[in-house]
T-cell receptor, first 113, second 112 residues
């Protein structure tokens, strides 16, 4: 079974631009979560989607948004990019809303210049 | 979710057992203990989880103390490929279950 797939793997953007990252969960997984990882803050939860609805949200500004499609694939968008948004963005999926383990992709490395 | 405390780093010789401790003294009765690891430039990888009984799978064993205030992840025969940062996380199995709170973890270095 294929794992969580994130595209693109690397991305370079300029301050003020916006970016869209894509995530394809493991087949059969309906819950998708997004995390940001930086050297200073570590891994931080962004948001979770289940059945196309946002179920949980972390403490990030409104510039960070996401959505989930009917096939469970998800995208996250960051508008008006800032230098501090440079990070590894990780997507994770799991079967349902309960306590099943999260399975992570290898992330998208975003660099903002 | 309860906080966890892990040593920042550990070394282990290849072929020996790696025992990674985690303290979670404020864990509540409905919180599970999860272990993930992250190898450089990859996403975190799920290893194992448990509530109060010891658990074993093909990757590792999880030993939880009777009072559940601490646990130990055991890699029975560590290899160089086990070099990674290991995260111990406690969480409930509810609607917020995807919101994992990662600490700084333990950096395990496996050497020849």
């Amino acid at each position: 079974k294929a794992g969580v797939t994130q595209t693109p793997r690397y991305l370079i953007k300029t301050r003020g631009q916006q970016v869209t990252l894509s995530c394809s969960p493991i087949s059969g997984h309906r819950s998708v979560s997004w995390y940001q990882q930086t050297p200073g803050q570590g891994l931080q939860f962004l948001f979770e989607y289940f059945s196309e609805t946002q179920r949980n949200k972390g403490n990030f500004p409104g510039r960070f948004s996401g959505r989930q499609f009917s096939n469970s694939r998800s995208e996250m968008n960051v508008s008006t990019l800032e230098l501090g948004d440079s990070a590894l963005y990780l997507c994770a999926s799991k079967v349902g809303q309960g306590g099943s383990p999260l399975h992570f992709g290898n992330g998208t490395r975003l660099t903002v210049t | 979710d309860a906080k966890t405390t892990q040593p920042p780093s550990m070394d282990c010789a290849e072929g020996r057992a790696a025992n990674l401790p985690c303290n979670h003294s404020t864990i509540s009765g409905n919180e599970y203990v999860y272990w993930y690891r992250q190898i450089h430039s990859q996403g975190p990888q799920y290893i194992i989880h448990g509530l109060k009984n010891n658990e074993t799978n093909e990757m590792a064993s999880l030993i939880i103390t009777e009072d559940r205030k601490s646990s130990t992840l055991i890699l029975p025969h560590a290899t160089l490929r086990d070099t990674a940062v290991y995260y111990c996380i406690v969480r409930v199995h509810t609607g917020t279950a995807s919101k994992l709170t990662f600490g700084t973890g333990t950096r395990l270095q496996v050497t020849l």
